[in-house]
């Protein structure tokens, strides 16, 4: 139970960090010339490493035997949940498109996009707010990190999965600004419930 619980949260929280991020639009670039599966297991493969480094590392932070550490841990990811929540609401910026122009250079050359993919992902992530999410989640359930790795892969192939088959209409009608104020909302949400539990 505790396991799919685990999976859940980090199926929920990856997926809501993904909304709007940068490496979302990008893959919304590759969609109009790859083929969906091409995309998706790119994304898989990709993901798995860099969130599975994040969650192994916070695991490891989690499983520290002092106490008092473990807390200081468990706020600090409730407090960087919060940041990561008002800086999207804040952050109007757009730098993507130096991006597209070099995704669009990229497809002039043979390549196994599967792994331009995976590897695109894996260091768009780094230190990104959906990579520090899943250090978060590695610290809270250290003893879970499979359920959360499995969860957090799941969670950007969907959340990718929505913006590649709804992507050209909805971006078109909606804000790309209005995506990352509704993140940054699910985030703070997140943070104000883990500071309420923490607490009791």
């Not at 669009?104 to 599967?114: E, G, M, P, R, T």
Request: hydrophobic share 55%; proline share 0%.
């Amino acid at each position: 139970m505790d396991f799919l619980y685990c999976f859940f949260i980090a199926f929920f929280i990856i997926f809501f960090a993904e909304l709007g991020d940068k490496t979302q639009l990008i893959i919304l670039s590759f969609s109009t010339k790859l083929k969906i599966f091409t995309i998706l297991i790119g994304i898989a493969i990709g993901t798995f490493f860099s969130h599975g480094i994040a969650i192994l590392f916070g695991g490891c932070l989690g499983s520290l035997d002092n106490v008092f550490v473990h807390n200081i841990l468990q706020l600090i990811t409730f407090i960087s949940f919060i940041i990561i929540g008002v800086f999207s609401l804040v952050s109007n910026t757009s730098n993507e498109s130096s991006d597209y122009k070099k995704i669009n250079k990229l497809f002039s050359y043979k390549l196994n996009y599967i792994f331009l993919i995976a590897f695109y992902i894996f260091i768009g992530e780094l230190g990104d707010k959906t990579f520090l999410s899943a250090i978060g989640l590695g610290i809270n359930y250290s003893k879970y990190k499979l359920s959360l790795i499995l969860g957090s892969i799941v969670a950007m192939i969907c959340s990718n999965l929505i913006a590649i088959g709804l992507g050209k209409i909805i971006i078109k009608k909606i804000p790309e600004n209005l995506f990352r104020k509704f993140s940054g909302i699910i985030f703070i949400i997140f943070g104000i419930i883990g500071f309420y539990r923490f607490i009791l």
